[in-house]
């Protein structure tokens, strides 16, 4: 959810001011999110309860996909939202069993990134991006399966099981969030030009797929899938995202990792852990509506360790590494940012390649 926003003055470098929402109707989408998010996991709960006898914590994980169909629901073609969902169903297991190589994980990753990149040229990148990234936990740290005190990422059963608990997730919400929204004007998609989309497909791929096979070579970073979300976030593409807003993001999501370990100190039930998560999720998405991104930054974070997590350490955990997780991938994201400025200058003055791509102006405009 950390994207599912669009910018309408990213990529041309205007500010455009827009009016604020009423109180009551940020209110009352913040109760939709919520509800999106967790009808899903209650039903796919009751799904695998009735199906295998036991009550199955992986079952929850519906709510990562549900995340990205909200967001894919929102760009208001619901055709491509359809789209994302089965292909997130699809996705599951796939990276499920390329999270047992560095090698085949990290290219799967890249892949994504890739066509990530091509999305933007039609400003579809801010859903696009949650497919990576939520992607990005089952490929680094799979939940487990009826209690089993490790995952067999080759289980046929296991990997039949998380593709319907990721469709059902992520069909959901867009199933229902048009109907909720029918009338609700549709979403401005800002388009990027071919160079634009073509420095930050570079950016993201390289990034990603770089951390990705340094987070999968080292198994102990349980964490890790938050360092390819802190590059998938933070990344910025035209010119209107610059160094200071992408460093206001790293000190807000470092600040966030502070709060989740002062939360889970003196906590020593899971129930718990998820309720608190809960309530800073709402916080969020509440902050986010009212336009308050350093808010959202802060109680995102905390909300997504709390959510992830199956025992009250490893929210503790969590925490710790999503303080390094910010600073390497902020860093990381920075300095890309540097380079990706001076190449914009440099190719300024030395001249432009054409931007033409009719391939993506015959799609956009039969969208």
């Keep these: 959810m950390t994207t599912s926003g669009t910018n309408a003055s990213q990529g041309s470098g205007v500010s455009v ?13 913040v109760a939709a999110v919520l509800v999106l998010v967790l009808l899903p996991a209650i039903i796919m709960v009751l799904v695998t309860w009735a199906g ?33 969902s089965i292909v997130m169903a699809f996705l599951a297991p796939l990276a499920i069993v390329a999270g047992i190589s560095p090698v085949s994980g990290a290219a799967l990753m890249a892949i994504l990134c890739m ?85 930050y497909t570079v950016m993201i791929t390289v990034l990603v797929t770089v951390s990705t096979f340094y987070v999968l070579d080292n198994p102990k970073m349980i964490g890790g899938a938050f360092l390819i979300a802190v590059i998938l976030v933070m990344a910025p593409i035209g010119t209107a995202d610059t160094i200071k807003p992408t460093i206001f993001r790293v000190l807000g999501t470092v600040l966030g990792s502070l709060l ?30 009212s336009g308050l991104a350093w808010v959202y930054y802060v109680f995102m974070v905390p909300a997504t360790a709390c959510l992830n997590s199956t025992t009250v350490t490893q929210v503790g955990e969590l925490g710790k590494q999503r303080v390094v997780d910010n600073v390497v991938g902020g860093v990381l994201v920075i300095a ?8 914009s200058q440099w190719s300024t003055r030395h001249g432009e390649a054409s931007d033409a791509d009719h391939e993506i102006d015959a799609v956009a405009a039969t969208a």
């Design 336 to 343: 890309a940012t540097v380079i990706t400025i001076g190449f």
């Design 115 to 199: 066509t990530v990149g091509r999305l933007s040229r039609f400003g579809m990148q801010r859903s696009g991006l949650l497919v990576p990234v939520m992607l990005a936990w089952p490929l680094i740290d799979p939940p487990a399966w009826s209690g089993a005190t490790s995952v067999d990422r080759l289980d046929t059963a296991y990997l039949l099981w998380m593709t319907l608990i990721f469709f059902v997730g992520a069909i959901v919400p867009v199933l229902l969030l048009p109907v909720l929204m029918r009338k609700h004007p549709a979403s401005h998609l800002v388009t990027h030009s071919q160079r634009e989309a073509t420095v």
């Design 17 to 29: 001011k827009k009016p604020k929402m009423p109180v009551k109707r940020r209110l009352i989408i």
């Design 260 to 289: 989740v370990i002062a939360l889970v100190s003196q906590v020593h039930s899971l129930g718990l852990v998820y309720l608190i998560g809960l309530i800073v999720l709402i916080i969020a998405v509440f902050a986010r509506l």
């Design 52 to 84: 295998t006898g036991t009550l199955q914590g992986a079952a929850t994980w519906a709510s990562i996909p549900a995340i990205v169909g909200i967001a894919a629901a929102m760009s208001g073609m619901r055709r491509y939202a359809v789209v994302v």
